[in-house]
């Protein structure tokens, strides 16, 4: 563990109060990493879990107790207009996002905002446009794309910009889960149009859409889909849900979102791409799995196995050549000086710590966070782009290009 | 190894006469599978490597010489006469196969064809016709597709007809290789069009889209597709070619097929289908994954690593349920009880040793070997919708339905 | 996250003091550990980090600091005397061990020693002697052997108590790591007999030779060993030192520890085993591996993949078996109900905060933490018979057989 | 596939006449090794299979038949006397080596000898003179440790000797079966002293004995050992064995021979070594894993994954370092430019082919073939020291240090 820097006591550090908004599966992820990123990397500001805001007052006191938030409050409204709250951060779903963000923005306040940034592409300008002006007055605003913060996805992505890879011809990407397998698992809101947006697409294709153009360094061009629903009735839930995790109860609804989504397409550079993401790939727990075949290198990374990268160099002789499985544990890779020795592995939740790092340093500095809400935007052009095509007999479907940031 | 039964000594046994056209890549490796079946499998009959052809007589010769061919011929019409010659195993590039067996076939010959049976659904249609109308007059034809004669793909397809995968759901199939990587390999046959129909796609791509099917054990009902000719210009061949490898001269032409082919698909159930078949994937040699997931359990399999079958049985309590690596290598698995004793592992050659073992089998019983022509019509089919789909803009294509045989 | 009980609110419930002493590698890992637990399980009590000693004034004032403790001693007798403290951690060297642990228990504290327990056997009796007459008085006393507390690790050992394995025939255990593989790392406290004990052996090898006993559910009855200094001097350290790494400076000394043990043995079942553990594996980090072999069954597990187990089940038939990976990660695997969802791994970390559950909670209940200080002791007895073997002549030396928890 | 040399055609090569002794497992492994071998390699002689010897002549004809020997002898002095065998191939158990060889030597045959050598240290060394004399009359012997002959093993080695691993620090090594975990598998010849010599020891240590020192490019110095048997009593067979299968029948008898062994050593260069050789490793099928780790780098090995070789580059810096999978099937690795293109691996019984081609190509070249008798010996005293180490309470054994051929 690096030691702290000699002329910075913790206790003089300026205070960057947060308040965050829902409290669910994300809400504990995001609270981990709030509560530890002070503790392990030394920063210019000192988070300060100020307050948690969610509608059923008990919950939330109780959420606000076990994850060590110092207050509670129950309209997000009345969060932001809480001196003590500097950032915002938003975990609800995705309905929500908008509305949130844009009066967080207009009420003076940093944003984290969880992926997908937005539920229509409509919004998701909105809020881009708003960050956008926003970040004139020295607001700054992210998204949430956790997976660009493992130590593995960040080194793959500092060996693309080397030119370990040259010309990049291939990515193939998956994002396999299985929890809806069984067609009794209960119709959660993450099953409903109106609340999730979308299903797999919006939730595990927003992820590796972002992913891939973050590795790649570019974005895509078009598209070309197909989505399906499998199972298209399911019984209400009933009871509380934690994480994934939901209990049936009588009565039964629609599916209104997608099951599953193939889709190919072709990045502006020309290289070609395979998508998949589903909940139906049956013993696929998290199998977010994404390869980049380039003229000279590829890289590999699977999360189930979130330490490692995969790596071929190609200009090496081919008979001492082959697949290399680094282990991400090094001191000198991203994040990693602030942890354990090589082999001591870190888990999911640290890229959450490593989110709250970048963006405590990116206010320090009065820089931009990435990824920004542009690239939230973008994404949500993939998306949008993926449903049209889908609806359009598979048509290749172009995507305005714009820029991202990596 | 299995004795020999008792009852059947090897010399009593009635010759199959093999007469074979080709003699390079495919053809050693045929020839490794004629020489080696009769010595390790107990056959009702005993295939003879009568006689091998080619047009250059030196090269010829030397080939029959060191593979164990009896005889040579040049002129594969002179091959059909010869009455030692019983079955005709076709080794040439694509755009020869339609002549070659239907001339077979009206000659009164078994004929094993190499995959893809032929470089147009036209000719495909052909000889489907033509092995069907032989097939009444004893006569049997077999397609090429070896990837089903592997133990471990022919264990996976027993556990899906045996129904443990229940409702499919998935099946994604890659197959990677990285030899066109290289923008200097010069221009071969297998780039030209006139010679071999297609590029990645009917070379590998006919493989999966036959393995994928083989083992879904049902068609697929459409398409939707993107190609890509990376490298549109290489060098011209010259000197000899061995394998996949060749040498450059001067001078340089066009290449007039595919690089790379990305596909998503519906098979006849509603299971989604995603396909990737090119040649510029760094790294990987021989990478024909596919992976299936079911309602009940879930397969996987890499050709590069063929002694092994990777299966989740869903139906397990999650405690302990898992992907198993099968090590496909025990006596009651497919093929093994010839072979060694567990852990003892198969190359790829084996596959050829036991499609003509399935081969001589059917013939000996008058029953109908599988692939039969009219499966390697569905492959055509199939392959053919991926260029009608990538031509007309990605757009999802129907395949007319037929039955596949497994 | 699981939600926390309606009935106990976090400030209800009655505190536990935790003092530290160290606040190197393992007070970092420690601290992280007490930090957590009490955000994502719901404990009886509320652990409080209230205070930390190290000897030099800034730097424990600065990892107070940094770390959370709410104060910060530079002598660890004023920390045992301090009322807010109920439990004392000891993070320091193994030579420390046993005078602190044996204070604090006089002092009426828990304890929580890192491992090894001790530098010698005798010390480690002291301890043990101590613990017992401690805990008739209510006070407990626990030993820090982490890796049981992997959510991977304890599932094999519910697997194998369930029976799953059978008589058990084979366990084959390694830890290998790389970092003294240079000549030139400098000569740290762990690499002198003084501070250290011994080398790989009390370091890596008392890890594993806990692991091996737990898994097994019985005591090890006799080894047989090798030791080797393979680079008997190294430059002097100089400047900080952190986690594992170091700085060399001018000078030389001695290597008085060993830099690698392999060792066999027998179970008391007679079960074979086979023991290393190294600092000179070049390229492995972190691998400590241990494969258990039993009639029935067998289990596979990997540090360096630590949310992984590979179960082997010798009752099904042939033709289906295989290794199968588990995904330690399901709700029902020990300790993940207060975590992620499925396939959302944890990291090296989460043992430290699942250690110090486990013994809350028992201090909670009035119950025997385990690992207890006799199971250090029995460690501590392997390791001495090590030692004792390698100096005679490799000759088979047998421990003084006594219980163990599990 | 290689092209044949023009200038030779196979008719024209001098014969290489094969008569073999034995008929079972290896029998049928190195038959399909003589049957290949000039089909795919283009050697100097042209190997014939000229006669098979077994004492039932009903079997011995059937497998002459079944595996393409011109003649069937019945007894081996028979074989000897034959003009047209030029070579014995000696495939009997390990109590009639030593006479065979012996007398095939003196009647100026060249022999090749399955593993191990002989059942004693005394067999081995008359053996090893008879050879070291036959040598000079231009006779050649070679003992059978076929894993030399596999490409990645062949790789490994030249990556050793070419200093790649630097200074050898650590070889560990198993051949981990699991055809003994059922009490009820028969009391077959393995099983008895008088015709195997020793169990797990002589069959898989000897293999792992030799492999391991083959890398390691020097012998062991010494060793200390553990051996058991695990289930003494067993039924007695019944009916025909094959492979390693057998059918029990009524009746027990006594099991004479080690089930298992551990043991540890050090190479003549300080290196440490552990070894393990068992048949109770339940769900190892086939597992000879051997890992060298060297001050500059490493290599792994699995027979179960026969083409692929693990390796890490220690001279790289650690951001991009890792364990590399190399799959050893390019067209400039060992053996390859014989085969197939890339990614189109080999099997186990390839080992043979490629022991069959280098004692073809050493008889034509007069060069004495490796690995000599005298390797053979000294692997033999190896094997006794364990034996002997184990006897006296483990006490270190060294070994009478002999220098190998690689």
Request: net charge negative; proline share 5%.
């Given at each position: 563990?690096?030691q ?6 913790e ?8 308040g ?32 948690i ?6 919950a ?47 009420a003076?306040?940093?944003?984290l905002?969880e992926?997908p940034l ?8 909105a ?29 793959a ?28 698992f ?8 109106e ?5 797999a697409?919006?939730?595990?294709g ?6 891939a ?12 889909a ?9 019984p209400?839930?009933g ?7 939901a ?14 989504a193939?889709f ?13 993401a ?5 013993g ?19 999360l ?17 050549a082959g ?46 966070p990435?990824?920004?809400f ?18 359009k ?5 172009p995507?305005?290009v ?5």
């Open positions: 563990m690096a702290p820097q000699a002329d910075a006591a206790a003089d550090k300026p205070a960057l109060g947060v965050m908004v829902g409290y669910a599966f994300m809400g504990a992820a995001h609270s981990q990493g709030w509560r530890t990123v002070g503790r392990v990397f030394d920063l210019p500001r000192r988070p300060v879990l100020a307050a805001c969610g509608r059923d007052p008990g939330v006191r109780a959420a606000a107790d076990r994850h060590g938030w110092a207050a509670a409050e129950t309209d997000w409204r009345a969060l932001l207009e809480r001196d003590d709250v500097d950032l915002v951060d938003i975990c609800t779903p995705g309905d929500s996002h908008a509305e949130i963000a844009l009066a967080a923005l207009a003076g306040k940093h944003v905002c992926k937005a539920n229509t592409v409509e919004e998701a300008e809020m881009t446009a708003a960050a956008e002006e926003a970040a004139r007055r020295g607001q700054l605003a992210m998204v949430g794309f956790n997976y660009r913060r493992l130590p593995a996805t960040a080194l992505r500092s060996m693309v910009a080397e030119g370990r890879l040259g010309t990049l011809r291939h990515v193939r990407v998956t994002y396999l889960q299985d929890w809806l397998v069984d067609p009794e209960p119709l959660t809101w993450r099953l409903r149009k609340a999730a947006g979308s299903g697409l919006g939730d595990l927003a992820h590796i859409v972002d992913l153009q973050y590795l790649a360094g570019e974005p895509l061009a078009g598209v070309s197909l989505t399906e629903t499998f199972v298209r009735e399911r209400l839930p009871g509380p849900t934690s994480g994934l995790t209990t049936a109860t009588a009565g039964a609804g629609q599916v209104t979102v997608d099951d599953a193939v190919t397409g072709r990045f502006t550079s020309g290289a070609l791409a395979s998508f998949e589903t909940r139906y790939a049956t696929r727990k998290n199998a977010l799995r994404i390869e980049l075949n380039g003229e000279r290198g590829s890289l590999a990374f699977d189930e196995r979130l330490n490692e990268l995969a790596y071929h160099d190609g200009t090496e002789p081919g008979t001492h697949f290399r499985r680094i282990l991400v544990t090094e001191p000198d890779h991203p994040y990693l000086d602030a942890w354990w020795p090589p082999g001591h592995g870190l888990g999911y939740e640290h890229s959450f710590v490593h989110q709250a790092r970048d963006l405590v340093l990116a206010i320090a500095q009065g820089s931009r990435r990824p920004s542009a690239d939230g935007l973008q994404v949500q052009r993939v998306l949008a782009a993926v449903e049209e095509s889908a609806e007999n598979s048509a290749y479907t995507i305005a714009s820029s991202i940031s990596v």
